[in-house]
């Protein structure tokens, strides 16, 4: 869902309504991290916790994680801007999304040319049959 203002606003209106919804709670914390309002998602941390159940301490700890992550890639995204102001968008660095590869520059097999040039490597070493004795 790409509209995660909208996913937010879901979110909130369901742990008001089911407040004990782990599943709710959880995906709302990380929508907060994605926002940087930490805060709120230390808050739904919290909830998890009070839950009490196991899978909400698992989300509580998955969130925590989360937590602590979104916080260290803030930190350094502020600190780049600050540092190189005129950096490019560098997708899982300088900006949210994951990082994958630029089309048309990358084969089928990025590893085909090692695999020749180890083919060579390998045939000239004797294996142990080739072994001669004195």
């Excluded at 929508?31 to 230390?42: M, N, Q, W």
């Excluded at 998890?48 to 992550?69: H, W």
């Excluded at 085909?112 to 004795?133: N, R, Y």
Aim: proline fraction near 6%; aromatic fraction near 6%; glycine fraction near 8%.
């Amino acid at each position: 869902m790409e509209d995660y203002e909208a996913a937010t606003q879901y979110y909130e209106k369901l742990v008001t309504l089911e407040p004990d919804n782990v599943d709710a709670r959880y995906k709302l914390g990380l929508l907060y991290i994605r926002a940087k309002d930490y805060g709120a998602a230390e808050k739904e941390v919290e909830a998890l916790r009070g839950i009490g159940t196991e899978n909400a301490t698992q989300r509580a700890d998955a969130l925590t994680e989360n937590l602590s992550s979104g916080k260290v890639k803030g930190f350094f995204r502020d600190l780049l801007k600050k540092v190189a102001p005129g950096l490019p968008e560098i997708p899982g660095i300088t900006e949210d999304g994951p990082i994958e590869p630029e089309t048309g520059e990358t084969s089928e097999d990025p590893l085909s040319e090692d695999k020749q040039e180890g083919t060579d490597i390998f045939q000239s070493v004797p294996d142990s049959g080739d072994a001669v004795t004195e």
